[in-house]
C-alpha cells in the first residue's frame, strides 16, 4: 500500500489533534450551557440561545470574519496573544481551536440540551428525596439518561469540526504544519492541479462522513429503545 505524501499526513494528523481539543473543550462548555437553557427562565434566556445557534444559520464567511478581527492585534484575541508574548490569535492553532469551539456550540449544546429537557425533572426530584448531593445528582442520574444526546454531541462537533472550512481559513490561513487542516488541504490541492492527493483526502472525508452518519444512526435507535 503506498504511504501518503508527508504534507497530507500532516494534514491529517493536524485535523485529528484540532478535532479532538476543540471536542474536549466543547463537551465541557456545553454540557453547563446546555443545563442552564433546558429549563424554563426569563426571557433573556432565549436571547442567549439564539446567540449560540448563529452558526447554524450565518455564513461562515461572516463569523470568520468577525473572529478575524477579534483575534487580531487590536481585538481581544491580541490582548490574550501578548500574555506569552505574541501578537495576534489569527494564523495560530490555539486561534483555530477558539474559532472551531464557538462554531461548533450549537452543534453541542442543541442535542445536550434537548436530552435534559427530555429527561425532565422527576429524577432530580427522586433523587433529592434519598439525599443525593446536586453533584453526585448530576453524575450519577443526569449524566446516564442524558448519555444518547452528550454523545450525539460528541460525534457531532468532532465531524463538524473536522469538516469545517470557511472559518478555519479565514482564521488560520494556509500555514503548513500550524493551520493547514485537511479542508484547506483539499482546497489547495485543487488549486494546484495536484489531482491524486484531492482524491485522497476528499475520499476519505466522504467514508468518514458516512461512519459519522451511521454512528449518529445507531445513537438514536438506541435512544428510543431505552425510552421504550
Known amino acids: 500500500m503506498k504511504a501518503l505524501p508527508p504534507d497530507v499526513t500532516e494534514a491529517v494528523v493536524l485535523t485529528l489533534e484540532l478535532a479532538a481539543v476543540t471536542t474536549t473543550l466543547l463537551i465541557a462548555i456545553a454540557l453547563p450551557i446546555s443545563w442552564w437553557l433546558a429549563w424554563p427562565g426569563r426571557w433573556w434566556k432565549s436571547v442567549i440561545g439564539a446567540v449560540i445557534s448563529l452558526p447554524l444559520v450565518l455564513p461562515p464567511?461572516?463569523?470568520?470574519?468577525?473572529?478575524?478581527?477579534?483575534?487580531?492585534?487590536?481585538?481581544?484575541?491580541?490582548?490574550?496573544?501578548?500574555?506569552?508574548?505574541?501578537?495576534?490569535?489569527?494564523?495560530?492553532?490555539?486561534?483555530?481551536?477558539?474559532g472551531?469551539?464557538?462554531?461548533?456550540?450549537?452543534?453541542?449544546?442543541?442535542?445536550?440540551?434537548?436530552?435534559?429537557?427530555?429527561?425532565?425533572?422527576?429524577?432530580?426530584?427522586?433523587?433529592?428525596?434519598?439525599?443525593?448531593?446536586?453533584?453526585?445528582?448530576?453524575?450519577?442520574?443526569?449524566?446516564?439518561?442524558?448519555?444518547?444526546?452528550?454523545?450525539?454531541?460528541?460525534?457531532?462537533?468532532?465531524?463538524h469540526t473536522v469538516g469545517e472550512f470557511g472559518i478555519v481559513l479565514m482564521i488560520g490561513g494556509d500555514i503548513p504544519g500550524h493551520t493547514r487542516v485537511l479542508s484547506v488541504a483539499l482546497y489547495d490541492y485543487v488549486e494546484n492541479a495536484r489531482w491524486h492527493d484531492a482524491n485522497i483526502i476528499a475520499a476519505g472525508m466522504v467514508v468518514f462522513s458516512f461512519l459519522t452518519i451511521m454512528l449518529l444512526s445507531s445513537l438514536q435507535l438506541r435512544s428510543r429503545g431505552h425510552d421504550s
Open 100 to 159: 472551531s469551539l464557538l462554531y461548533a456550540l450549537p452543534f453541542a449544546v442543541q442535542p445536550i440540551q434537548n436530552a435534559f429537557h427530555a429527561m425532565g425533572r422527576q429524577p432530580l426530584e427522586v433523587a433529592a428525596t434519598l439525599g443525593a448531593s446536586p453533584w453526585r445528582t448530576f453524575h450519577s442520574v443526569v449524566i446516564p439518561l442524558a448519555w444518547p444526546g452528550i454523545a450525539t454531541a460528541i460525534v457531532l462537533g468532532f465531524a
Open 61 to 98: 464567511s461572516v463569523l470568520g470574519f468577525y473572529f478575524l478581527v477579534a483575534f487580531g492585534p487590536s481585538g481581544p484575541g491580541g490582548w490574550i496573544a501578548r500574555l506569552w508574548g505574541g501578537r495576534t490569535l489569527a494564523f495560530s492553532f490555539p486561534g483555530l481551536v477558539i
